[in-house]
């Protein structure tokens, strides 16, 4: 075995005792709530390997406390569930966090799940369409509060456009599929898997892709959550580490796993994780960027109020200091192994 497959054969193996024995102790047994909730979509391939393996579940059982997953179709979805009360971690888009603590949702962005670039504007495979400026007087089906529909919009403004030049359907993300396909809308901001879907089966095409449009998939909990349950979220950060190198370590499994949770064929969960990077999993400098580059969309298109600080906004949003704690125990473990 290579040194470098060691290290990382040994990170897997340390990252895979952290849940069960890392931030259990019983003071925090005592205080530990009953129920965790957490959502999974298949925008997320790490929250479903995380689900069907049972990780989180083993390691707060000593604790008492059971875990409950709610299914997300989108970031509007699992933005919903979680200002509701529904759900305590909610997977969605960086931009859409960010959209979200803009307009009074004391958001907390605890971990980067992934870097994917999981959105594009999709057309028709016979579309006569060449370039985002064709897209002026066109139906463009897209998810409000989303990163395709963010994306979308930033996608028009780089082009001289503006949202009034064009008509928005707003459907769910598989609807918008459907209402492509079926030559009902010109254009869709797609999201995947449905648009790996898309590509592969109805021979759709990527009008405009950027990646730097893309924000990053995250997992953020409430303000409130943060403060009273720190070591929960250590907990749950910890499995979703777990399931981050498992990933990446089982690409062709993490593939079959994708496809037949969402019922898609391998070659598309495949396309899907091919655009999908699981590197970096803390957040920080790299990702505020990110996202104050594409804060001013929001104010442009009068989706905050107006005057928001949206740059200051990002910087409320971005909670690094959990995940740096188990990511970092983990790093230091592995550093002081011969």
């Known amino acids: 075995m290579g040194h470098s497959t060691w290290r990382r054969s040994l990170a897997v193996a340390l990252l895979a005792s952290l849940p069960i024995g890392a931030y259990n102790s019983p003071a925090q047994a005592a205080d530990a709530p009953k129920e965790v909730r957490l959502d999974y979509a298949y925008y997320a391939p790490t929250s479903l390997v995380l689900k069907h393996f049972g990780w989180l579940e083993k390691s707060l059982k000593p604790q008492g406390t059971e875990v409950r997953w709610v299914f997300s179709q989108g970031s509007n979805r699992s933005l919903e569930y979680l200002n509701a009360g529904s759900t305590d971690f909610a997977s969605t888009a960086g931009l859409a966090a960010v959209l979200s603590r803009a307009n009074g ?59 009034s030049d064009v008509e928005i359907v707003h459907l769910q993300h598989p609807d918008g599929r459907a209402a492509l396909e079926q030559g009902r809308v010109d254009a869709w901001a797609g999201l995947d898997p449905h648009m790996a879907a ?20 995250v997992l953020s909990v409430t303000e409130k959550f943060e403060k009273e349950q720190p070591e929960l979220i250590k907990q749950v950060i910890a499995a ?14 993490t593939a079959k796993l994708l496809a037949e949770e969402a019922k898609l064929p391998l070659e598309v969960a495949k396309l899907q994780l091919s655009r999908t990077d699981f590197s970096r999993p803390l957040p920080g400098a790299e990702q505020i960027a990110a996202l104050k580059a594409a804060a001013p969309i929001l104010l442009d298109e009068q989706l905050v109020r107006p005057g928001t600080d949206v740059t200051a906004v990002v910087d409320q949003l971005i909670a690094p200091q959990l995940a740096g704690e188990v990511i970092g125990k983990a790093g230091a473990v592995a550093k002081a192994e011969p």
């Open 105 to 163: 949702s004391p958001l907390k962005t605890v971990y980067i799940a992934s870097r994917p670039e999981w959105t594009a504007l999709v057309v028709p495979k016979e579309s006569p369409l060449k370039s985002v400026a064709d897209l002026k007087g066109k139906k463009i089906a897209a998810t409000k509060g989303t990163d395709p529909y963010l994306f979308l919009l930033r996608s028009l403004q780089q082009a001289g456009l503006d949202k």
């Open 198 to 217: 898309s590509e592969l089966q109805a021979g759709s095409r990527l009008l405009y892709r950027n990646v730097d449009f893309n924000s990053y998939g």
């Open 240 to 253: 979703y580490e777990e399931a981050r190198q498992w990933a990446v370590a089982h690409p062709e499994e």
